[in-house]
């Protein structure tokens, strides 16, 4: 009788994953794509270019949501992952700093959820700004100090709270999805030809510079057809971008602060990763793009960004110095969809009956 095979066999995302999570000796960076610096990458062949919709989404709306026009954004696609679109930092210069102050201040919130819920009662979750803001701001550069709540915080989840537990969503489990984070990604959206994507859940990630994101497919939302929107901001990250099985090695590409994923089509279900934060070059605590102040025009009364008043401004930079923020955007139902109401019901009238 054959030997049994010692263990699981190492699939080929592992083992790029572990490849780009090494600390000892640091993984060479040179093969992940940039789409930054197009012109010095060998997987720059595989880059195509992506159309968007430039007339869906006008100037006006761009600019109210603190977005260059849809006229000047890049989009790239890439060969073999159909529906996969990259559109390098589309935001206008000083306006990430209102979705870091959001996903720092705001967001955390109740009757938003976050890691810290599982482990504390919730007058110790309540405030996670306040109780963190003095220590951020007399944070040294020392390594040994504790880490503040907000150091800690690994995910917030709002709209439909993701259950991490059962890996899915539920009717009753549920709070407001952000209005200004609905109006961001639904002109993402949009631009991406998604014109009747509607933001339903929202998962943030919060990654210190030792933090990675394991191997998985987002596939607990009930709709498939509508795709999943990334925003980063802060470090930059490796991110691993697989195909339908796990045997697919993936391709490696940057995240920089500002850039935008869209998963959408075949590219919906793909597996993928981020196996290592990459801080900024040395020197720089803050990626450039943060660096602009806001421009000081006239306030536009139905801007959706908030100017960042400088106080706070100096707790998000504290934070970023170390971190990197992503907010990962899905539509969980499809039209007139309802959840199953008890196992084994099935998903409610999804996909409608033929001629409907
Ligand atoms: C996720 C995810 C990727 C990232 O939240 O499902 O894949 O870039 N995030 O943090
Ligand atoms: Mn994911």
Redesign the pocket.
Known sequence: MAAPAVGPVEDAFRRLFKFYKRRQPPPDLSGVLDFNRLGLNASAAKVLDAKLSISSVSDQDALRAGLQPVGKWKAYGLQGYPGFIFIPNPFLPGCQRHWVRQCLKVYPQKPNVCNLDMHMVSEETADLWGKSRAQLRCKGSGKREPRSLLEKLR?VTVGYHYNWDSKSYSSDHRSLFPTDLAVLSQHVAVACGFSHFKPEAG???Y?QLDSS?GI?V?EAELDHSQP?L?F?FGHS?V?LLGGLKREEAPTPLF?HSGDV?VMSGVSRLLY???PRIVPCPEGAALPWCLSPTPPEDPPDTLSIIQPCPEEDWEVCAVYLQGS?I???IRQVLGPAQLFPTEPGQGAGPWPPPAGV
């Open positions: 995910w998962i943030l990630n990654y994101l998985h987002d999943l990334s980063s990250s991110f995240m994923l993928h990763a981020v990197r992503n907010m990962t």
